[in-house]
Structure formats: C-alpha cells, structure tokens
C-alpha cells in the first residue's frame, strides 16, 4: 500500500513561517494530485492547497498570498511553505494524495497521512 510521511508541523508565533513536507511511498504507479488540508476544533476539515501532476495549484481563499505549495516529484514528495502565520491557522494539518498503485485497479485513490499539529500563538 501507499504511505504518507508528514513533517514539520510545530508551535510558532503570529508572523512566522513554517514549512510542512509530505513524501509518499508504496507501489506507486503515478500520482495524480497531491494536497493539505486542516482541520481546527469545531471545524470542516478543508482543503488548504494542492498541486496536480500538470502543476496546476489552488488554494483556500483565506491562504492566497501567504501559503506556497510546491513539489518534488522525483522525491513523491509536495510542500507547505506557511508564511506570515496567523492564529486562525492553527488546526492539524493533512497531507493527502491521489494515486494509482503498480498491483491495484484502474481506480485512483485517496490517501491520507496522519496529521501534523501546527499552532500558532498572539
């Protein structure tokens, strides 16, 4: 099966940034698209951005001009860069990607890393 690996996530001050990786690994075949979302208490989980094979990228509203998705894909691996942090961001963070595997059916398929913590303080 396909495992996703996060990193990066931790505690940080209004106005600063963070960076979150996420490689995949598995009997990959292709990967379709690679994404984050989040999740705050209370709260839908939503998207954050993604990033299509082709290199398409979008992004929630609320991170336009302050958040860089970005990728490796050589490595399996998309980016985070989180800048200008505010305490709204603060939720887990989760990578997730759609892949079709080398042994499995002609169905792409989600899958999901386990989260990473990222709080931001006033």
């Known amino acids: 099966q396909v495992r996703l690996v996060e990193s990066g996530g931790g505690l940080v001050q209004a106005g600063g940034s963070l960076r979150l990786s996420c490689a995949a690994s598995?009997?990959?075949?292709?990967?379709?698209?690679m994404g984050w979302y989040r999740q705050a208490p209370g709260k839908q989980r939503e998207l954050v951005a993604n990033?299509?094979?082709?290199?398409?990228?979008n992004y929630a509203d609320s991170v336009k001009g302050r958040f860089t998705i970005s990728r490796d894909s050589a490595k399996n691996t998309v980016y985070l860069q989180m800048n200008s942090l505010k305490p709204e961001d603060t939720a887990v963070y989760y990578c997730n990607a759609n892949i079709w595997t080398i042994v499995g059916g002609p169905l792409g398929l989600d899958y999901w890393g386990k989260g990473t913590l990222v709080t931001v303080s006033s």
């Open positions: 990033i299509t094979s082709g290199g398409s990228t």
């Open positions: 598995g009997n990959i075949f292709s990967i379709n698209s």
